[in-house]
């Protein structure tokens, strides 16, 4: 009873926040307009609400499958074996684990995501399955506690070295250090062929926008008499291979290609990455823009809806502010809620970490 009682406080943040929101503005966020339509949906041009799909859903297994265990085969491995013991105990015991009762209400709920759209990699489920059941197989009665210990150590530090950003430098977790090069709050213009996600929130604190759009603003300024227009530092991230998406027209490559070669021609390169066989090119020129130049990069800087740095929070669909009474009393407890969890889950890995080195 009070195990069910603490997994519903875990997800009160989510409840409260679409609870909230529905009381202020009739809409839900993203995932739980899904399963509760409402009217005036503001993402239904996103969503791909097109039906049900078994070929949509038989797309998606596969890419999952090959996401996950590409994104982390350790836990694969452990997932599989764990669902094995998992059967072998139901079956002994002639009844049904606990863990089939939570497979069943996410598996459930992934079912419907799959085979309603196509936006695969924004719902990895398989991670959440495969960390149900690869817990098991840590916490077998076979295996001794100073080797359940030392395997949780392990298989810890195994994620924060060969899973986590923190210690695996990739081209796109390098633009971070692309950023710090900059004066703050510098121009800077994006390739349009640099996913947008990938770019918006390592450069959030400069004035950024991707190229097309400035392209646009370049072109208004020159039918603007002098007096409007200023000599601005531009500085212009370019992707390298010419596709950093995986999906270009010809005809957007052609146009980010000439402004590439007048970058070249007028500007220098002050830096890259990786250094060797680069992805992302640093590039510093300048440009006669409109005065108000620099603004137009805070308005277009959103992703999802949702502006970097929360600038403009009114443009944002599903930003309010918790009105007093029952809104704020269940806002502070879900933030309450929230850090509680995320202490527990660093005080679980310390206390894992020091078990260890007692039992030693």
Request: hydrophobic share 50%; charged share 15%; proline share 5%.
């Amino acid at each position: 009873m009070f195990h069910n009682y603490r997994v519903k406080l875990l997800v009160l943040p989510i409840i409260s926040h679409n609870l909230i929101l529905y009381h202020q503005k009739g809409i839900l966020d993203m995932l739980f307009i899904r399963y509760f339509p409402v009217e005036n949906n503001p993402y239904a041009n996103l969503l791909d609400f097109g039906g049900l799909s078994i070929d949509k859903a038989l797309l998606n297994i596969n890419g999952l499958s090959l996401l996950g265990i590409g994104t982390d085969p350790l836990l694969s491995i452990l997932g599989v074996v764990g669902i094995v013991l998992v059967i072998g105990t139901s079956w002994k015991r002639r009844q049904v684990h606990p863990s089939w009762k939570l497979f069943v209400v996410i598996a459930a709920l992934s079912a419907f995501l799959l085979a309603s759209s196509l936006m695969v990699k924004h719902y990895i489920t398989t991670i959440t399955l495969l960390c149900i059941f690869g817990g098991h197989v840590l916490d077998a009665k076979l295996l001794s506690e100073k080797f359940k210990i030392l395997a949780s150590v392990i298989f810890i530090a195994y994620s924060l070295v060969f899973v986590s950003p923190l210690f695996v430098k990739d081209p796109g977790i390098a633009l971070d250090d692309l950023s710090e090069l900059l004066p703050p709050h510098s121009f800077v213009v994006a390739d349009s062929r640099i996913y947008r996600g990938a770019y918006l929130f390592p450069f959030a604190e400069h004035a950024i926008m991707g190229s097309m759009h400035f392209i646009e603003i370049e072109e208004f300024s020159l039918t603007r008499p002098p007096g409007d227009v200023v000599n601005t530092t531009i500085y212009f991230l370019e992707c390298v291979p010419d596709d950093c998406t995986g999906a270009q027209s010809a005809k957007t490559n052609a146009t980010v290609e000439r402004m590439v070669e007048s970058f070249i021609r007028h500007g220098e390169v002050i830096a890259q990455v990786p250094e060797d066989d680069p992805v992302y090119r640093l590039h510093k020129s300048s440009s006669l823009l409109v005065n108000d130049g620099k603004d137009h990069s805070w308005i277009v800087g959103n992703f999802f809806f949702h502006t970097i740095g929360w600038r403009y929070p009114q443009t944002i669909i599903d930003w309010y502010v918790p009105a007093p009474g029952w809104q704020q009393m269940l806002s502070t407890l879900s933030l309450i809620v929230l850090w509680t969890g995320l202490a527990l889950v660093a005080l679980g890995i310390i206390t894992a970490i020091i078990l260890w080195a007692r039992i030693r």
